[in-house]
């Protein structure tokens, strides 16, 4: 089983940047295809960029298109979302998450795994 720690979240004033990073342990990571969802307090939760386990395919939410990177390091078994030009809707608890299948999907509900979040929160 995979376990996945998240970990960069902070405070930070609108035009910023954080990188999160999500460092996973357990059974092999490099097979899975992952994933940063996040929720704003009050919303739902929502897709915000996936990756396939090659890193050679990634996907982004129209949101964050051009301000945020996904990558991964898959011998270091860990994820990251670089996050530039923070606006204050970008607010929320992210979480990382691992699926038992190569390819990436926007669906939380196929993800296999997930890690306990980290807060963001970005300042007007």
């Known amino acids: 089983q995979v376990q996945l720690v998240e970990s960069g979240g902070g405070l930070v004033q609108a035009g910023g940047s954080l990188r999160l990073s999500c460092a996973a342990s357990?059974?092999?990571?490099?097979?899975?295809?992952m994933g940063w969802f996040r929720r704003a307090p009050g919303k739902e939760r929502e897709f915000v960029a996936a990756?396939?386990?090659?890193?050679?395919?990634?996907n982004y939410v129209d949101s964050v298109k051009g301000r945020f990177t996904i990558s991964r390091d898959n011998a270091k078994s860990t994820l990251y979302l670089q996050m530039n030009s923070l606006k204050p809707e970008d607010t929320a608890v992210y979480y990382c998450?691992?699926?038992?299948?190569?390819?990436?999907?926007?669906?939380?509900?196929?993800?296999?795994?997930w890690g306990q979040g980290t807060q963001v929160t970005v300042s007007s």
């Open positions: 357990g059974r092999t990571f490099s097979n899975a295809a």
């Open positions: 998450a691992a699926r038992r299948h190569w390819v990436w999907t926007q669906n939380p509900a196929e993800y296999d795994v």
């Open positions: 990756i396939n386990w090659t890193g050679g395919s990634r």
